[in-house]
Structure formats: structure tokens, C-alpha cells
């Protein structure tokens, strides 16, 4: 069953959290795996980082992530 389901969050090793999100370590995303991955971003600070995460879980950044399908 496909699931529409995006999820945009905070890590400082994105191999390590995709495969906790993928072998259902996360009981929130557990029941949409397996993750596809549209987008990976680095930045130079967490507050930066937490800014952009606000960015794309907000209209205009569901729109731009959408257009990356």
C-alpha cells in the first residue's frame, strides 16, 4: 500500500536516521516506510537548519518539494 506521507525533520547523520526511520525504529513514521529520499540539505548551524525545516513543512515549502517529484 503507498502512503502519502513526507517527512522533513533535523539530523547530524542522515544514513543513520534514514535507516532508523526505514527499519521502524520511529513509531511515528514506523507505519510509512520504507523512505524515499527528494531532498537533502546541510547547514552551517541547527538554528539555520530548524529555520529551513519551518520553510518546507509550510505551504510554500510543501509546493517547492512537491515540484521536485
Known amino acids: 500500500m503507498k502512503h502519502n506521507y513526507r517527512y522533513v525533520g533535523i539530523t547530524n547523520n542522515f544514513a543513520r536516521r534514514l535507516k532508523q526511520h526505514n527499519e521502524g525504529y520511529n513509531l511515528t513514521t514506523k507505519p510509512y ?10 547547514c552551517a548551524s541547527y538554528e539555520e537548519a530548524r529555520k529551513r525545516e519551518k520553510f518546507l513543512k509550510s505551504g510554500q515549502g510543501r509546493k517547492f518539494l512537491d515540484q521536485l517529484k
Open 33 to 42: 516506510a520504507t523512505f524515499e529520499t527528494v531532498l537533502v540539505e546541510n
